[in-house]
């Protein structure tokens, strides 16, 4: 392949060498570190000039320094002359609109003060702060708007991404984004893999990831269930399907602190599910996740490597690693040359996990 | 018809709340509400706890400590407010981002601090007010208005009444490099002092080689003046320099005093006797390391530039005087 760079920030350095692998070169040099201040210094060790430059950075681990610096070396790329700058994505930040629950902006009296992390930081865990008093409804910021903005402004052509939270994602975008579907993938997968799978039921841990779910149904030709959480009355959790004695395949798209699907697992048994699967893409496991996961009726998680999955797997062994790796190759690779991505999921392509 | 009047918020990140307090104080306001914080998978959440709809807000976040996180916390800060329809959105950056990447000094460089100016933008900031940008320039980056604040009376304020044998006319001031003459020059002049300068030649960032002094100063207190301190490697060389060519006492004013990695390590060894920084930066856990360090206050003129951009007045009368 001809004038093509595929560089890497820090977040997942061992996926943009496996995407290198699968398309034959090697990855582009780049030293990525911090000045004495702690501000992001990029050096790129070749000449990219009138090349089509891929940076692959997913967002996860510090999130905002991978942010900075992806912003940074789409900048760096761009006052090099480069002749397009494709930003690979595989797991996209700050694009779930989370509320924090029950904020209160009351002088907090030092026992009710949330927890501190050591580098004096505030962490959020949800609930711990008191029940608002006053009429302004406060509200927190969505920025998933800004996000785009800034990406284009620091001169991106295109993006590339997987499992995109929020669809209309694209939407906040001027410039191309390419949402790969992982369903396929998955669906292989499960084929190969799940020995009864014809008799199981997909279920999704909540409302909102129904339509994923029942696609996933239909492309397996299995049934469907849902999970459904009252909001008003938070105890009121029902099960809308029949699992009893059957193999659950539970779908969700992202796994943060593991809360939904191990109390959806719960759900489940409690049921009578004889066995209970949990399949996405992008698996974050912050927090207490991995504690949660192993106590919890899950029997095996599968997830994919969009984020860095070596140290999740040392400590919970029900962990199994979908590799996306040959999927970026091959879009980047179409991308490239200038073909269709969208002829990936005729039926004929045969994936590889 | 003019719109009505509307109120000052000043809104804070983490970067330096006590800076905020100090300007907020000072305004005779409080600081507005906000909850600035990281969930567990370390995305920031910002939460803004009062209406600004149609307000004048102000947000104080200089840059310093994990830069990224507080640029980013800045950016949703910004952005927050202008979807909350705030009628204007100054961004208060006593040390601007990435001010030194500013310009492409070899191959395949980046230009971050152009790159912050556009971010800044997009993210809906009508305004920016900052202090000693480390190149003036860095104003033409921006497409909107940007208030570059001076150090200078404060630091001329302070060699007057705390630098001893200034009244005797026994004080140099002393550049430590070349690209710092126009701004000691400009001192020196309006203190009637002679002036100095160190030319170093230097191979790497943020290391030195060899120092050379022009100008004389024997039998004198030194004064070197510079904008910004990160590793001390410069100011300690320069002192080391400015001893063996027979000053008496060296002294260094910085406005922004990063102290990161060993500075203050470097001051503690260095011929230095007295390293006085603005608190542009947070630094008082630096001071218990280092008592060598002193502080100069400028929230009285960040305070007194909100003001005045509020009311609509002028504020060049900051560019020569400290507001009581």
């Known amino acids: ?353 | 018809m003019d719109a009505p009047s509307n109120s000052i918020k000043i809104f804070a990140g983490n970067a330096h709340m006590e800076l905020a307090k100090l300007i907020a104080r000072r305004l005779n306001l409080d600081l507005a509400k906000a909850a600035v914080l990281k969930y567990t998978n370390n995305e920031t959440s910002v939460t803004i706890g009062e209406s600004v709809r149609d307000e004048d807000v102000y947000i104080i976040q200089p840059g310093c400590g994990d830069i990224n996180d507080n640029l980013m916390e800045l950016l949703i800060m910004i952005h927050a407010c202008k979807t909350a329809s705030a009628r204007r959105i100054t961004a208060v950056i006593p040390c601007f981002f990435y001010a030194r990447q500013d310009k492409k000094d070899k191959s395949r460089a980046p230009i971050s601090a152009k790159l912050i100016a556009n971010m800044l933008t997009v993210a809906g900031a009508n305004h920016v007010i900052t202090m000693d940008l480390h190149a003036s320039q860095i104003q033409g980056f921006f497409d909107i208005p940007v208030d570059n604040l001076y150090a200078e009376p404060s630091t001329l304020k302070y060699i007057r009444e705390c630098i001893p044998d200034y009244k005797e006319g026994k004080v140099v001031i002393v550049s430590p490099d070349a690209g710092g003459a126009k701004r000691a020059t400009s001192i020196a002049d309006r203190l009637d002092l002679e002036f100095a300068l160190i030319h170093k030649e230097r191979k790497k960032a943020n290391f030195v080689s060899r120092m050379v002094l022009v100008g004389d100063v024997t039998g004198k207190t030194a004064v070197l003046v510079d904008d910004m301190a990160d590793t001390c490697g410069t100011l300690g060389k320069a002192a080391q320099t400015l001893v063996e060519n027979g000053a008496t006492k060296v002294y260094a004013i910085v406005t922004h005093g990063i102290l990161s990695g060993k500075a203050c390590e470097v001051i503690n060894n260095s011929a230095l006797t007295q390293v006085v920084v603005t608190n542009t930066i947070p630094h008082e856990d630096k001071k218990k390391l280092c008592p060598k360090i002193a502080t100069i206050d400028v929230s009285p003129t960040i305070a007194e530039a909100i003001r005045r951009t509020h009311n609509g007045e002028s504020v060049s009368y900051l560019f020569h005087n400290v507001p009581a």
Not at chain 1, 13 to 24: F, M
Not at chain 1, 125 to 152: C, E, V
Request: glycine share 6%; net charge negative.
């Open chain 1, 1 to 353: 392949m001809n004038n093509i760079v595929v560089l890497s920030g820090s977040a997942h350095p061992k996926l943009t060498q496996q995407i290198c692998d699968k398309l034959g070169i090697p990855v582009g040099k780049v030293t990525l570190s911090k000045f004495s201040n702690q501000e992001t210094n990029v050096e790129i060790h070749q000449s990219i000039r009138e090349n089509d430059v891929y940076i692959v950075q997913s967002g996860c681990g510090q999130v905002n320094d991978n942010l900075i610096e992806l912003i940074i070396m789409i900048g760096a790329c761009r006052t090099s002359s480069a002749r397009r700058v494709v930003c690979v994505c595989p797991f996209f930040p700050y694009s779930r609109n989370r509320e924090p629950e029950d904020l209160t902006f009351d002088e907090p009296k030092k026992e009710e003060a949330p927890k501190k992390t050591k580098k004096n930081k505030t962490v959020l865990d949800l609930g711990q702060l008191p029940l608002q008093q006053s009429t302004y409804k406060h509200w927190t910021a969505k920025s998933g708007t800004l996000i785009a903005n800034m990406i284009t402004a620091a001169g991106a052509d295109q993006i590339i991404t997987l499992d995109l939270h929020d669809p209309q994602f694209q939407g906040f975008f001027d410039i191309p984004v390419d949402n790969l579907t992982s369903q396929p993938l998955i669906a292989k997968y499960i084929r190969d893999n799940i020995p009864d799978y014809k008799d199981a039921i997909i279920v999704s841990p909540d409302a909102g990831g129904a339509k994923r779910a029942t696609a996933l149904s239909e492309a397996l030709n299995t049934n469907f269930g849902l999970i459904h959480k009252d909001r008003i009355n938070k105890n009121n959790i029902q099960l809308v399907g029949d699992v009893k004695d059957k193999t659950v395949i539970l779908l969700d798209d992202i796994i943060d602190t593991a809360t939904t699907i191990t109390k959806a697992a719960k759900l489940l048994h409690e049921h009578g599910a004889k066995k209970i699967y949990v399949v996405a893409p992008h698996a974050i496991l912050s927090g207490n996740a991995l504690n949660l996961i192993n106590e919890s009726f899950v029997d095996e998680l599968i997830v994919g490597n969009t984020i860095p999955q070596e140290e999740h797997v040392e400590k919970c062994p029900k962990i199994k690693v979908l590799d996306f790796a040959s999927m970026f190759a091959e879009v980047i690779r179409r991308v490239h040359n200038g073909e269709s991505v969208s002829f990936l999921y005729g039926d004929s392509h045969n994936w590889e996990y």
